[in-house]
């Protein structure tokens, strides 16, 4: 099981990740609009294969071309270092 992240952590690590990602209920969330439902599609399907190969997976959220993606250690209870690591790998997947 992953340490959690104290707030001032999260805090720190958020300015990397801001404006594009939130801290809410110990999760991390990012919406990313496409032009169409099935970029939206491609998008989530290489998330979903980063997800396989780290083995630390993302819920997500799909509403035609808004995807919104939470990323929260569930076994640890909260936000550690392997969901920055994914949230920075969504990052890059979606451009």
Not at 18 to 35: F, G, Q, S
Not at 78 to 92: F, P, R, Y
């Amino acid at each position: 099981m992953a340490e959690l992240l104290t707030d001032d952590q999260i805090d720190l690590a958020l300015r990397d990740l801001i404006p594009l990602w939130k801290a809410v209920d110990k999760t991390l969330v990012r919406t990313v609009e496409r032009e169409t439902f099935l970029d939206g599609i491609r998008l989530v399907a290489t998330v979903a294969q980063l997800a396989e190969a780290t083995g630390h997976h993302p819920d997500i959220d799909i509403r035609y071309k808004k995807i919104t993606f939470r990323v929260t250690s569930h076994d640890s209870g909260g936000i550690t270092e392997d969901d920055l690591v994914l949230a920075h790998h969504i990052d890059t997947a979606a451009g």
